[in-house]
């Protein structure tokens, strides 16, 4: 009777036992379970975006960055300056980047030597530089002809905004050199020939145009005004990653298109994401220019690239002989992975 009573006893502790396993294992399965619902992929992808500057222009891509968007989507990003548009691209081209956020206009120059590149996101929408002066009499700039005589200062060649001001005196039958001059400066530096008199207008960008307008400078001119939709930055890839991952080329976007999201639905939160970004400027110049860069959407709200914004860039780069001949939206722009996040994340 004492060894049934025993064996009992044996087997009721290993009853407990196999139940106590069994309860961990749910646990552990519960757990695993609840995790890989949440949406993030267990394994992060480590990839490198080289921007062209750091500039608040490109304030998406720290929306993304800071307010974990891309380790959201598995990604582990880290973001790099390349020191030009061209640097950038050439980054992605050779190798050391994966993504290039600058001109896209990179691409079809790129292509019409037989060189690779698509387009494949929109970061900013319009052409965000506004022309400032100092000088009470030089009026409002209204057309191309107005510029004659003026000395214009914009970054080097063959940044996006030394285009677009060959462009206008092209438009007013002048050459750069025939008494009206392009003053290229570095970026940082564009303010001093303004306010040293070695220059009437300065083409610059926010966060320069607030700090311009605070020590007393007027706005001008404006190229959103004058171009409406056009593709100034963009997210280029080579196909090859296309081909390779085309589903951590979606995850990229998607956080993109989250940070649009962001900062039209939440602009006190896009200021704030810019002023950790650049603790240096004044944070009512920092507020300004956010809220201006939202109000005339050089912010786009989607990531897409629409055609009629591209078509308005490649004029431009025609029109001044850095593209010899048309490179179709087709063969330039795979907007799938950006279609898909605004289906996604776009309101």
Do not use: C
Request: proline share 5%; net charge neutral; no cysteine.
């Amino acid at each position: 009777m004492n060894a049934t009573l025993g064996e009992q006893r044996s087997r009721g502790g290993l009853k407990k036992f196999v139940l106590t396993l069994f309860l961990v294992g749910a646990v552990i399965a519960v757990f695993f379970i609840f995790s890989s619902n949440r949406g993030t992929p267990a394994k992060s992808d480590k990839i490198v975006i080289n921007q062209a500057a750091k500039v608040l222009l490109y304030l998406p891509l720290y929306i993304a960055s800071d307010n974990g968007y891309f380790r959201d989507e598995g990604i582990d990003a880290s973001v790099v300056t390349g020191g030009g548009d061209s640097q950038a691209f050439a980054a992605v081209v050779g190798g050391s980047a994966d993504f290039s956020q600058g001109d896209p206009m990179m691409v079809p120059i790129s292509r019409q030597r037989g060189g690779p590149g698509k387009i494949v996101g929109n970061v900013v929408g319009r052409v965000a530089f506004w022309g400032v002066a100092i000088d009470p009499k030089i009026s409002k700039i209204e057309k191309p002809q107005d510029f004659i005589g003026k000395r214009v200062v914009t970054y080097p060649a063959p940044m996006t905004i030394y285009a677009l001001q060959k462009r206008n005196l092209l438009e007013a039958g002048v050459k750069p050199d025939d008494g009206t001059s392009i003053v290229q400066a570095q970026f940082g530096t564009e303010l001093a020939p303004l306010f040293s008199g070695n220059a009437d207008i300065t083409m610059t960008l926010e966060p320069v145009v607030s700090q311009a307008l605070a020590k007393g400078a007027r706005i001008v001119y404006s190229f959103p005004e004058r171009y409406g939709d056009f593709s100034l930055t963009g997210i280029m890839v080579k196909e090859d990653l296309i081909q390779k991952n085309p589903a951590l080329v979606q995850r990229v976007l998607n956080a993109y298109q989250r940070a649009l999201t962001f900062a039209h639905q939440n602009p006190d939160g896009a200021v704030a994401v810019a002023i950790k970004e650049f603790p240096d400027v004044d944070k009512a110049v920092i507020e300004n220019a956010v809220l201006r860069m939202l109000a005339e959407e050089t912010i786009p709200k989607f990531v897409t690239v629409s055609k009629e914004s591209y078509q308005r860039a490649v004029g431009v780069r025609r029109d001044i002989g850095d593209l010899e001949k048309d490179i179709s939206f087709a063969d330039a722009v795979d907007n799938q992975f950006a279609e898909e996040a605004v289906r996604k994340f776009g309101k």
